[in-house]
């Protein structure tokens, strides 16, 4: 289930970069570090967000902990990212509560209802599809991986 969650929230991650690219600047714009369409971070943040299902009786629980941690993934990604490859694909310098234009108060807001949508809405979806297309999915995600890793080594080579 982790590799399902992590590609389908990788997408999902890159559609909604496009949308409010869109929705901010009237035209589609990409953030992606890579190549194919999806944005790892989300992925990566969505497997860690997971951790929280456990507290499903408790949204608020859930969405406190969110914010804490997206903020700090998305602050420590952004951070590394500069600090390793010399690149900033966001910059929230100008919004409210930002730290170091890596993490702003808005989007650990944002990413705190997401996570809301994921363990209550996404990942029970997720479940039932891993449940019913185990096989047929091991093939896709053998597919993805190698179509991923290809795009890693690229990006990192180029």
Do not use: Q
Request: with cysteine.
């Amino acid at each position: 289930m982790i590799g399902t969650t992590f590609y389908i929230c990788s997408i999902l991650g890159f559609l909604y970069e496009l949308v409010l690219s869109y929705a901010y600047n009237g035209k589609f714009f990409s953030h992606a570090f890579l190549y194919g369409p999806y944005l790892p971070i989300y992925g990566l943040g969505s497997i860690l967000l997971t951790l929280f299902s456990k507290y499903k009786k408790y949204p608020l629980v859930i969405f406190a902990l969110s914010f804490l941690v997206s903020a700090s993934f998305e602050g420590l990604s952004g951070l590394l990212l500069l600090k390793i490859f010399k690149i900033r694909l966001w910059d929230y310098t100008n919004h409210f509560l930002n730290i170091g234009g890596f993490v702003c108060f808005l989007s650990a807001f944002t990413f705190s209802i997401l996570s809301l949508l994921l363990i209550y809405i996404l990942l029970p979806l997720i479940k039932k599809l891993v449940n019913k297309y185990r096989e047929k999915l091991k093939i896709i995600l053998g597919i993805l991986s190698s179509i991923f890793i290809t795009d890693l080594i690229a990006t990192l080579t180029k």
